[in-house]
């Protein structure tokens, strides 16, 4: 069975300074891979997707992700957070049938003024 | 344009009664999905809709969980005699078909809390 694993569970930051989250997965075959963010009250909403090809993918907000094979990992990095980046991120592995989306647990991020 | 939305957003219903969670897509999408989010399972799918034909309904928790879509939009989720470990946001999403292509927009969730 697929799984996701985000290992850090809380990570506080400064703002200005950079973030990676880190997201291992496991799955047999090549993954469609997802992060998304959930701020306070809100929906999930979609940073960025991987499918195939290029393995350094640009997402909305200044995020990106970098698959590696290898790791089996797609972290997600920001050059520089801001304040309103404090949310709780959630990498996600596509299964086999109908799109559904298996998530890992979630890294809530704080930003430090 | 409108955007998934879900009602009520939040519930608080006694232990042993039925709850219907309600889920309104984007116009247009075809596909529909349920999620689970608690503190103690994290977020987890329950079932999904292509059309109003859910192919595969193992991810619900019980058989007191049962869920229809209908005309192809509308869905509602409906718990059977809650018990307290129902407890949890239940999110909806929406997408255009269920190619990973397509991405999920998801509601704002209800809060159910069973008391």
């Known amino acids: 069975a697929q799984s996701v694993t985000q290992p850090d569970i809380h990570i506080t930051v400064s703002e200005g300074a950079s973030l990676e989250l880190r997201c291992n997965y496991s799955?047999?075959?090549?993954?469609?891979l997802f992060w998304y963010v959930q701020s306070p009250g809100q929906g999930l909403q979609l940073l960025l997707k991987?499918?195939?090809?290029?393995?350094l993918v640009q997402g909305i907000k200044g995020f990106e992700a970098e698959f590696k094979r290898s790791q089996s990992s797609f972290n997600l990095r920001k050059p520089s957070v801001h304040w309103s980046d404090a949310a709780e991120y959630f990498c996600?592995?596509?299964?086999?049938?109908?799109?559904?989306?298996?998530f890992g647990g979630g890294t809530r991020l704080m930003v430090k003024p | 344009g409108a955007g998934v939305s879900q009602s009520p957003s939040n519930k608080v219903t006694e232990k042993g009664k039925d709850v219907e969670l309600r889920c309104d897509p984007i116009?247009?999408?075809?596909?529909l999905y349920w999620y689970r989010q608690s503190l103690g399972q994290g977020l987890e799918f329950l079932i999904y809709?292509?059309?109003?034909?859910?192919?595969?309904k193992s991810g619900l928790p019980s058989d007191r969980f049962s869920a229809e879509r209908t005309g192809g939009s509308v869905s509602t989720l409906t718990i059977q005699r809650t018990q307290q470990e129902d407890s949890a946001v239940y999110l909806c999403?929406?997408?255009?078909?269920?190619?990973?292509?397509?991405?999920?927009?998801f509601g704002p969730g209800t809060r159910l809390t069973v008391t």
């Open positions: 999403a929406s997408s255009f078909g269920l190619a990973a292509a397509y991405e999920q927009y």
């Open positions: 799955y047999g075959a090549t993954p469609y």
């Open positions: 991987y499918f195939s090809g290029d393995t």
């Open positions: 996600a592995v596509e299964q086999n049938a109908g799109n559904m989306l298996t």
């Open positions: 116009s247009g999408h075809t596909a």
């Open positions: 809709f292509q059309g109003n034909s859910a192919p595969d």
